[in-house]
């Protein structure tokens, strides 16, 4: 996987996904550029961990400790530009971690990776010199780097399936390869 940008900016679904798999920091690790979470999705991310998996604090300890570690860095507003360009975003996608990513990657031509469909739509025509990452390119590209056993590849699928309750849409370009890993 090439990375065309020095940043990726991960959005609310990409997080909760690869949290979901129980490798959020592995999973991470394996993105050839530095990764970044706004402080929107931060916030939001904790709240809905600790809402959606109270009985298991896992999923909120790995993506402390990926801050923590600097694996994960956590990035806000810079300029005026870029809380209007938010404002201006939550008026278009309705989702405030969305459009926290979407306005940070735009304003500082960075990558972003998400799955949200109506995002992704408008990320192509707000920015389409602008790369856009999947939970399904990323978990791939760390199943290849890291030559992953196909039980541990499986194990995180199933958990971004159930725990993540994610499934790559019917035209996904890796929806054969998730199929095939899934068997």
């Not at 020095?6 to 050839?32: Q, R, T, W």
């Not at 760390?142 to 499986?154: M, P, Y």
Request: net charge negative; aromatic share 8%; hydrophobic share 40%.
């Amino acid at each position: 996987m090439e990375i065309k940008h020095s940043h990726v900016v991960l959005d609310a679904c990409c997080v909760m996904n690869f949290c979901a798999s129980g490798y959020l920091i592995e999973i991470v690790k394996s993105i050839p550029a530095q990764v970044v979470v706004t402080e929107v999705v931060r916030e939001r991310e904790l709240l809905t961990f600790q809402r959606l998996m109270d009985e298991d604090s896992g999923d909120v300890n790995q993506f402390e400790a990926a801050i923590e570690k600097g694996i994960l860095s956590i990035v806000d507003f810079n300029s005026d530009q870029e809380e209007e360009t938010f404002v201006n975003y939550v008026f278009e996608l309705g989702d405030d971690g969305e459009s926290a990513t979407c306005a940070i990657a735009v304003h500082r031509e960075w990558a972003i990776a998400t799955d949200d469909k109506k995002a992704i739509s408008f990320f192509q025509r707000e920015a389409p010199h602008l790369q856009i990452l999947s939970t399904l390119e990323i978990v791939k590209n760390w199943s290849e780097t890291g030559n992953l056993s196909s039980a541990i590849l499986q194990s995180a699928l199933t958990g971004i399936r159930t725990r993540g309750r994610y499934m790559p849409h019917r035209n996904h370009p890796l929806l054969r390869w998730w199929e095939d890993m899934m068997r």
